[in-house]
């Protein structure tokens, strides 16, 4: 997952990062793929170069490698919102064949959920401003729902013209990347369709944990095994040292 998230930020100039496995993709990535990328992260540090994983949106490391750091209003407002922002990764709870991302509760209702999730943070504002989205999720039943309990991070709503409809700056998620494959929107209907497999994984694996009939684009490919550099590279990040 990481390492193909890693790759698909190639050529792009820079990235709003969150936590968790989009930080390791994106730290990957500018070792590695593109040392040029700057990363953002919504504390307020632009062109954060981290020596080491960072522990938080907050963690100190980010401040001190930045080329600057700025309030959190202003990571919205004036970079952000007006869409210079090329990518921004998001994960989710769970997400739907139109790619709507779910971070607030699962199962019962908003006043009683079953499950109440973290929340929103900044991610409504990323899925709807950022020029792309990338989302990572791990792939189950339990996360590839038919229908989200909470739209809390619009994708692409109920389909072709919503993102237009409701003035939805960025493009929405383009890609997903998963433990099984990558999934992208379908460029008529927007639905998610697997495009790629990681080796070994076979399609039927793919739908059996997947909420809806998920749909095979008819060139399905099967992503590159991560390289020796790739993974030297990841061991060092997660154990905590510098490349």
């Known amino acids: ?52 994983l960072p522990l938080s949106i907050g963690d100190g490391e980010l401040a001190e490698t930045a080329d600057a750091v700025v309030s959190v209003p202003e990571v919205f407002n004036y970079w952000l919102q007006p869409g ?43 899925a709807a401003s950022c020029r792309e989205v990338f989302v990572m999720v791990r792939h189950s039943r339990r996360a590839f729902v038919a229908e989200v309990d909470f739209v809390t991070s619009a994708g692409h709503g109920t389909g072709p013209g919503f993102r237009a409809a409701w003035g939805l700056r960025g493009a ?35 739908r059996a944990a997947t909420g809806w009939d998920l749909r095979v684009a008819p060139d399905l490919g099967t992503t590159e095994p991560p390289t020796s550099q790739e993974l030297s590279v990841l061991r060092r990040l997660t154990e905590g040292s510098s490349p």
């Open 172 to 206: 929405g998620p383009v890609l997903v990347v998963t433990d099984l494959g990558v999934l992208e929107p379908d460029p008529v209907t927007r639905e998610l369709t697997l495009t790629r497999v990681h080796p070994g994984v076979p399609v039927a694996d793919v």
């Open 1 to 52: 997952m990481t390492v193909t998230a890693a790759r698909a930020l190639a050529g792009h100039v820079s990235c709003f990062v969150g936590i968790g496995l989009p930080s390791t993709a994106a730290n990957l990535a500018r070792r590695v793929h593109n040392p040029d990328l700057s990363l953002i992260y919504e504390s307020g540090a632009i062109g954060a170069r981290p020596s080491r």
């Open 84 to 126: 210079r922002i090329d990518v921004g990764f998001l994960g989710a709870a769970q997400l739907d064949r139109f790619a709507n991302l779910n971070t607030t509760f699962v199962g019962g209702t908003y006043q009683r959920p079953t499950v109440r999730l973290p929340g929103s943070g900044g991610a409504p504002e990323i």
